[in-house]
């Protein structure tokens, strides 16, 4: 059949660059431009999704407590029980 399952088309006029990973840069301006962004941006939208997230988490919180609380046996109940090994 001749051709391999990578040699099925071949394409004119189309020119690939590719650069190895290991000749990247991967912090390049991380530093530099990367967390003074994180931070304009935070302060840009984070008015939109902070309450949200907080009122989320407060929620958790709340439900987990009640749950744990809810959880606890209350001593009262137990002041008429006979042990019965005595």
């Known amino acids: ?3 391999h399952f990578g040699d099925l ?5 189309i020119v690939y660059y590719a ?3 290991h000749e ?3 912090f390049a301006g991380a530093f530099k431009d990367g967390i003074p962004n994180m931070f304009a941006r935070f302060r ?5 999704w902070l309450p ?10 709340f439900v987990e407590a009640s749950h744990k609380a809810g959880q606890k046996k209350n001593p009262n109940d137990f ?3 006979v042990d019965p090994n005595a």
């Open 1 to 3: 059949m001749g051709k």
């Open 9 to 13: 088309a071949f394409v004119r006029g």
């Open 19 to 21: 650069l190895s990973p």
């Open 24 to 26: 990247q840069k991967p």
């Open 44 to 48: 840009q939208s984070g008015w939109t």
């Open 52 to 61: 949200v997230f907080l009122t989320g988490i407060g929620t958790y919180y």
């Open 79 to 81: 002041i008429n029980e």
